[in-house]
């Protein structure tokens, strides 16, 4: 069966900061990854995806994410943290597996971004 | 939002009572899904349609029934509300188009079961 870990459930960072939100998956065959953000009472936003090709992905808002098939992560990352970005950030995989389109996600990781 | 509507937007019920939530879409998408949203659990799918009257069940489909007469429309039903079914809960299409594989979600309906 196909899985997500998301093993913070919550980041602080000061502004300006780099950060990192980890995402953890396990699958059989060729990974489809996804990243989504969820601001308060909103639905989830698509920030980024990796399908194939490039290991290092880049998406909305400046955020990005490294695919590491070795260690079957796909962090998300960005280089200057704003308070903007403080949210709550969904890794995502679809399922190959079954032939369907569902996806499975992760718990969710809070990210707090302090000024 | 990619034309995902959901209503209502926010519900009271009391246990023991039938409850329908209503997943609309424009876009003529095949896919769509109902997932609750709760603490500590991130999103869990109910139900999914791969079609007009072809759906299939989730994770944490128990208490729940869904229906599709039509592409746009994905109706989820709680036969009889319960308080563990509290939560908030999103529809969501999947495009098949090569190149936009992910997911879009609706607003979100908040159901509060007494």
């Known amino acids: 069966a196909q899985s997500v870990a998301q093993p913070e459930d919550q980041v602080n960072v000061a502004e300006g900061n780099p950060l990192t939100v980890k995402c953890t998956y396990s699958?059989?065959?060729?990974?489809?990854l996804f990243w989504y953000v969820q601001y308060p009472n909103r639905g989830l936003q698509f920030l980024l995806k990796?399908?194939?090709?490039?290991?290092l992905v880049k998406g909305s808002y400046g955020f990005e994410a490294e695919f590491n098939k070795s260690q079957t992560s796909f962090h998300l990352k960005k280089p200057s943290a704003l308070v903007s970005d403080s949210a709550l950030y969904f890794c995502a995989v679809r399922d190959t597996d079954s032939g369907t389109y569902k996806y499975i996600f992760g718990t969710g990781t809070r990210l707090k971004v302090l000024a | 939002d990619a034309g995902i509507t959901q209503s209502p937007r926010h519900k009271v019920t009391e246990t023991g009572t039938p409850v329908t939530l209503r997943c609309h879409q424009t876009e003529n998408h095949r896919y769509m899904y109902w997932y609750r949203q709760d603490p500590g659990h991130g999103l869990r799918l109910i139900h999914y349609s791969y079609g007009v009257k072809d759906t299939d069940k989730g994770e944490v489909s128990d208490g729940y029934s869904v229906s599709r007469s039509k592409t746009e429309d994905f109706l989820l039903t709680l036969e009889s509300a319960t308080s563990s079914q509290t939560s908030v809960y999103f529809c969501?299409?999947?495009?098949?188009?090569?190149?936009?594989?992910?997911?879009?979600f609706g607003p979100g309906t908040r159901l509060l079961v007494l």
């Open positions: 990796y399908i194939t090709g490039d290991n």
């Open positions: 699958v059989s065959g060729n990974p489809y």
């Open positions: 969501a299409i999947s495009p098949e188009r090569t190149g936009e594989e992910t997911q879009y």
